[in-house]
């Protein structure tokens, strides 16, 4: 329910007369509950949906098919089963780890396909058509869609079709769509006390972000940025009291245009709500940002510096300078923002021990801002430093690099430890290592995985020993990547971004060179606004 995307589907789907579209969630104990609004067990369904933004997802979708009495694979559901469909940022960088248990996935945005999907929908619901035709029609019907079984790999090139759309031609490779209506901002349509962001009313403000990190696989996946107008905000916002909601979060402020927030602020206020975010880019931080966000009632803000020497954030084009991490710390303590989040990873590509310890030094420097404006005022906050692991990512400059070995993260684990131990005022967190592996070999996989998916999902067993005993070698999804020009599992999938257009950008990064970011307007560039248009 925290999630946007899926609300947006959800919200897209009921909006049809002719379709009843209701949400079940796994509970991570007893599989998959009934449905919330009928109380139905999944295989009730004429169509199940998954809606996966994170590859670790995957590793559930075997255990709740099975757990709800419907076969895991594609292969073994014969025409008396749900139809399973997927979507989602997850399979829309890569599907092939899950492709042999999803009959069809639906790449890209679903706003501009909705209308042919409810067209599409008579032929795939005909239970007197055989299973392939029926989603032999979903393909002729619908673009762009993903049918795995009508796809199969041979030595020299990873995919030819066997059979689908228009005599055999299936389209390859598949062009992930995107919306350029842009006349309402997507936003909640149920807000939930039970769900991660409780009450809180979520207003799309940009989609995509044209920053250019080129660690982020969303930047360049739903590129081009796209940003809606105040006129568009404003009906999206004024739903946040109908649902009972006490807090409005904007999604997509690391792209957003600071006039408009501040005019959305006023809003805010005047309707009694309050103002959240995900995090901030400390260049857009000025006082009068800062003042807004602690009328609204902040306590808490959050940098997203991501790497702690200049040398690496310029490497993953972050473009920030310790001067405006610095500065915006000073001017949002000064606005009675006493706590400070900062995110940083480790292990990304170039990383070295050096970096490391200029991240010690950068976290010191934060909390001596802190710590002299807190005395000042009478009152010291809490600096909390969350440590994430780069995972390599399709479709980002960086799916060529390497996942750094376990050792070495370990390694620059205990030097932040070490260097951080002992300072008052100060949290410091670090996620799974285990886990962003994991992620990792999941993020650049391909149907070799199946198996260990499998056996991870519906055994119980870690995913990475169901690999061992599936007699695959880890090596070939963690390593580098050097063969550029050769393909990719995720191949099948066609990037709006120019593959040469990732190199150039995996090239700068390997000479420590920058890259301005995008600017609206049809910037030919990278070529996702010649394949989408203008926006």
């Not at 014969?78 to 399979?91: E, Q």
């Not at 602020?265 to 009068?288: K, V």
């Not at 056996?455 to 050097?482: M, P, Q, W």
Request: include cysteine; hydrophobic fraction near 40%.
């Amino acid at each position: 329910m925290a999630n946007l995307g899926h609300q947006q589907v959800y919200a897209i789907l009921n909006s049809y007369d002719e379709v009843v579209c209701e949400r079940l969630y796994w509970n991570g104990k007893d599989g998959v509950t009934t449905s919330i609004e009928s109380n139905r067990p999944l295989r009730d369904f004429d169509i199940v949906c998954f809606s996966i933004s994170f590859e670790l997802d995957y590793l559930k979708i075997p255990q709740i098919l099975e757990s709800q009495g419907i076969p895991s694979l594609a292969a073994h559901r014969n025409d008396t089963y749900p139809i399973v469909l997927a979507g989602g940022i997850a399979p829309t960088l890569n599907p092939e780890p899950i492709s042999p248990f999803i009959d069809a996935f639906l790449i890209g945005e679903f706003e501009p396909v909705a209308d042919g999907f409810i067209q599409a929908l008579p032929s795939l619901l005909d239970k007197g058509l055989k299973r392939e035709e029926r989603l032999k029609g979903l393909l002729n019907l619908l673009d762009p869609v993903y049918v795995p079984s009508f796809y199969h790999t041979t030595k020299g090139m990873r995919y030819i079709v066997i059979r689908g759309k228009k005599e055999d031609n299936a389209p390859f490779p598949i062009t992930p769509t995107a919306t350029t209506d842009l006349d309402v901002a997507p936003c909640s349509h149920v807000v939930s006390p039970e769900s991660v962001f409780g009450k809180m009313h979520l207003v799309e403000v940009t989609r995509g972000c044209g920053q250019g990190c080129r660690f982020c696989a969303a930047g360049f996946a739903y590129r081009p940025a796209r940003r809606w107008k105040k006129e568009a905000i404003l009906p999206a916002l004024s739903r946040a009291k109908t649902l009972g909601a006490s807090s409005v979060g904007l999604i997509g402020l690391e792209f957003a245009d600071r006039e408009l927030l501040g005019d959305l602020y006023e809003i805010l206020r005047r309707d009694g709500l309050r103002l959240s975010f995900s995090s901030l880019r400390a260049d857009m931080i000025d006082p009068t940002f800062a003042s807004l966000l602690a009328q609204s009632g902040v306590k808490t803000a959050t940098i997203a510096a991501e790497a702690g020497s200049q040398r690496l954030r310029t490497i993953i084009n972050k473009r920030l300078r310790e001067d405006d991490i610095l500065t915006a710390t000073s001017v949002l303590t000064e606005a009675s923002i006493p706590n400070i989040k900062i995110y940083l990873m480790i292990g990304l590509p170039h990383e070295e021990d050096d970096d490391i310890e200029s991240t010690i030094t950068l976290v010191r420097k934060v909390r001596e801002k802190m710590m002299a404006q807190g005395r000042k005022m009478g009152r010291l906050g809490t600096l909390t430093v969350s440590f994430s692991t780069f995972v390599p990512k399709p479709f980002t400059p960086f799916q060529w690099c390497a996942f750094t070995p376990m050792e070495i993260l370990k390694k620059r684990r205990r030097i932040l430890k070490k260097g951080l131990k002992g300072l008052s005022n100060i949290r410091v967190r670090f996620d799974s290592i285990r886990e962003a592996r994991a992620q990792a070999i999941l993020s650049r996989g391909d149907r070799a995985l199946t198996p260990a998916i499998w056996a991870s999902s519906t055994k119980g067993i870690s995913f990475e020993k169901a690999i061992k005993d599936s007699g695959i070698s880890v090596d070939r999804y963690l390593t580098e990547i050097v063969e550029i020009d050769g393909s990719l599992p995720w191949d099948v999938i066609g990037a709006r971004v120019r593959k040469e257009y990732l190199e150039s950008e995996f090239v700068r990064s390997r000479h420590v060179k920058e890259t301005a970011k995008c600017s609206f307007g049809g910037c030919k560039m990278c070529g996702a606004c010649e394949v989408v248009g203008d926006v």
